[in-house]
């Protein structure tokens, strides 16, 4: 694809072809799609769907890992025609992405229905053996994903969550009707739109220049720990839900702050995770846990921090009754977040 672009050059301005990068031509093409009711039709009859049945991705095994597969649109209507499910189904399909090709790509929930009819989610054991897969909830599936399916099917599952959550008009109560690729429902009886969203969640490392500090919630599998987190509040900056968190979880003051990375995390219910670095003054390290929040928390030298990511596999529990201490896995940002911080603390150890 070529774009007309304006270069300023010497004082005069001229018009030059200049070719898209492939990144910026999907970026386009999803973007009319989206905009654009007819071109999204057009796109599914060429394109992939992921499957998923009450929100858990259809997953298949391969090497001890799982891959989701992709169906096309002549495949979805044969399985819904199998299963004596309504075609219409596909209008609840939802735009999640597209290959470099622009071939784009749905998700579609065989299990959910837009009466919520509980009959629908009845076939899923005969899906899966027509599908030569397992629908999987993504939580349980997540880690075991290589990095694109992960976020493709977490988009995708947040999305689904929130077309099914999102039905009816919160002023008049009717019902609200999706665009075509799911971007956005709108009333028709008052014309309110209403667009996916998401929660936005801080997660900090604290550390006080030579360790930093991690903490339990009781919910987390045994022996992981992880960094501070917290759902921004109504009002606030990610500076001020930092500063909040830290002083209600651990009761110490954050005296800086620098940002790290940030991520969507599919749980809940569609998060976006903002990844921060903090250090608090020297000399007010001392924690208190607030035990309405977490089971504990402590602070971990370099050492121990740097041994703990290194090790791999399952954490069983120990001859003392104890867990070894372990991190999130490397999907998860608080991993990334970790890894940074002992990467730093090392190049700052080493001799000048
Ligand atoms: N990706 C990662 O590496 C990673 C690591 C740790 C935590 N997390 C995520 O961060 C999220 C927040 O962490 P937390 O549980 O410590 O938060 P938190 O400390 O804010 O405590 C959770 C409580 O906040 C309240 N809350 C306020 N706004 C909310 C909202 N929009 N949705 C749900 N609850 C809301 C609820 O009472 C809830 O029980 C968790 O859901 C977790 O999945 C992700
Ligand atoms: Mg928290």
């Known amino acids: 694809m070529f774009l007309y672009c304006g270069i300023a050059c010497r004082r005069k301005f001229f018009w030059c072809y200049r070719p898209l990068s492939t990144y ?6 999803l973007f009319e799609l989206k905009e654009d009711d007819d071109a999204c039709k057009k796109a599914q009859q060429t394109g992939a769907f992921y499957l998923f049945h ?11 890992q799982y891959l989701a597969p992709r169906h096309s649109l002549l495949e979805l209507e044969r399985l819904l025609g199998k299963f004596g499910q309504d075609a219409q189904r596909i209008e609840d399909s939802v735009l999640i992405g597209c290959s470099e090709q622009q071939e784009a790509w749905f998700a579609v929930d065989l299990g959910l229905d837009s009466s919520f009819s509980i009959s629908a989610s009845s076939h899923k054991p005969e899906m899966e053996t027509e599908l030569k897969g397992s629908f999987i909830e993504l939580r349980k599936a997540l880690f075991q994903l290589n990095a694109r399916d992960a976020s493709m099917l977490s988009t995708a599952q947040a999305l689904l969550r929130w077309h099914d959550a999102h039905q009816f008009c919160s002023r008049s109560g009717q019902p609200t009707k999706k665009n075509v690729a799911g971007s956005k429902r709108v009333c028709p009886s008052n014309n309110i739109i209403y667009y996916p969203q998401m929660a936005p969640v801080v997660i900090t490392l604290v550390s006080d220049g030579t360790r930093c500090l991690l903490a339990r919630q009781s919910s987390f599998p045994k022996g992981m720990y992880s960094a501070l987190a917290g759902f921004c509040d109504i009002g606030e900056s ?6 909040r968190e830290v002083a209600e979880e651990v009761g110490l003051e954050v005296e800086s702050l620098q940002y790290c990375a940030s991520q969507h995390w599919p749980f809940p219910s569609g998060s976006l995770m903002i990844a921060c670095h903090a250090t608090v003054k020297p000399g007010q390290t001392e924690i208190q846990v607030n035990l309405r929040e977490l089971e504990t928390a402590a ?10 990511l290194k090790r791999k596999g399952s954490y069983t529990q120990q001859q003392n009754g104890t867990f070894p201490f372990w991190l999130p896995p490397k999907l998860a940002i608080s991993h990334q977040l970790i890894k940074e911080w002992v990467e730093k603390q090392t190049c700052s150890s080493l001799p000048a």
């Open 238 to 243: 990610v500076e001020e839900t930092i500063r």
């Open 299 to 308: 602070w971990f030298s370099h050492d121990e921090v740097a041994t703990a």
């Open 54 to 64: 009450g929100l858990a991705p259809l997953l298949q095994t391969s090497a001890h």
């Open 24 to 29: 910026v031509t999907k970026t386009r093409y």
